[in-house]
């Protein structure tokens, strides 16, 4: 791997397709050996950006930087950047080996020089003993790792990744994520990946971009982006959110008759209520942020059963509790639910 990790610049960049703009002036600032996930809905831009990234998208306006060295009108093949993708891409006539030595080939390794590379690159991942298997032999979670010996085998100097555990079933899904934070924190090979899974961004990401309609809504710590989202936006796509719509009088909020904690700002805002938050109760709660409810629909799932809730002015709210905390409650009952942060969270709402 590089001795030194790259660090990569998007500075007011901007993208369109005929009339309709993809990008709006994007702006990020990615650390060498960071591990930065793009997250937003379908059609916010994410994918476009990491393809802008790799070379495969021309870009209108703006710069793309790798450690202060402009790459902007660099083609692909000319970037260093390794790339796993969705479907990984892998070449079912061919053998692990042979599919991971694939780029120098491309790039006219020697023979020699090929065989130390690919067995490095395949130890990395722990698959050096499949060295001669074919493709078509492997589990999906194999497959998963062959696309990342096959694109780390070069020495990139940035590593991207487009939704690269979709294929993958649950729990393979939430093992390879281990997996990959663990061989990109060895290496410290800066990486940027896309996914759509905010469970996935949160477990692997020191750094999530939020993006909707071709702009980044908030780019920070996976840490801040939960605990301080910057909008209602950013509330709902990250944690299973409900909003709140809470009324400013006197320079404070209130959820209904309640006051609670915090400035009113005269913008419209949402107290957010995680889903798994919440505390549901039959008596009324002296103390912290609560509201009137009354169950709609119950689920249960095991370890956790979920509650479906309608609010006065019929606002409809789900919780999440742990079943073997919680008392015995039927659709119709009058209860209480109470936000269980010491301090609430309160976004403005996002037009």
């Excluded at 910057?230 to 709902?236: D, E, H, I, L, R």
């Amino acid at each position: 791997m590089p001795e030194v990790s790259t660090s990569v610049r998007i500075a007011d960049v901007s993208m369109s397709y005929g009339a309709f703009q993809v990008l709006q002036s994007i702006n990020m600032q990615i650390a060498p050996g960071e591990f930065v996930t793009l997250l937003g809905p379908s059609g916010s831009g994410k994918t476009t950006l990491l393809m802008a990234i790799a070379g495969f998208a021309q870009i209108d306006a703006g710069r793309i930087e790798f450690s202060g060295r402009e790459i902007s009108g660099l083609p692909a093949e000319r970037r260093n950047i390794g790339i796993v993708f969705q479907n990984y891409a892998l070449f079912p006539h061919m053998t692990i080996g042979e599919n991971v030595a694939y780029p120098l080939k491309v790039r006219r390794w020697g023979k020699a020089e090929r065989a130390i590379a690919v067995q490095e690159a395949l130890a990395r991942v722990q698959l050096g003993h499949l060295i001669d298997r074919n493709i078509a032999q492997l589990s999906g979670g194999q497959r998963q790792r062959v696309a990342l010996a096959r694109a780390l085998v070069f020495n990139p100097s940035v590593l991207l990744m487009d939704e690269p555990l979709s294929a993958l079933d649950k729990s393979l899904r939430e093992d390879m994520q281990f997996e990959i934070k663990e061989i990109q924190k060895r290496l410290g090979i800066t990486t940027i990946s896309v996914t759509h899974d905010q469970r996935e961004a949160l477990s692997m990401a020191d750094k999530i971009a939020i993006m909707r309609a071709g702009q980044v809504e908030q780019f920070s710590s996976a840490r801040e982006v939960f605990d301080s989202p910057k909008n209602s936006f950013v509330a709902q796509f990250i944690g299973d959110t409900n909003l709140l719509r809470l009324k400013q009088a006197n320079g404070r909020f209130y959820l209904g008759d309640l006051a609670v904690p915090g400035n009113g700002t005269g913008v419209a805002s949402a107290l957010v209520l995680r889903s798994d938050e919440i505390e549901l109760s039959r008596e009324k709660p002296q103390v912290g942020v609560f509201v009137p409810a009354r169950i709609n629909a119950s689920a249960y799932q095991g370890t956790e059963t979920v509650f479906h809730l309608g609010l006065d002015g019929q606002e409809q709210i789900s919780i999440r509790c742990r079943t073997n905390e919680i008392g015995q409650f039927s659709e119709g009952d009058q209860v209480w639910v109470k936000s269980t942060r010491p301090d609430p969270i309160i976004v403005p709402i996002a037009e």
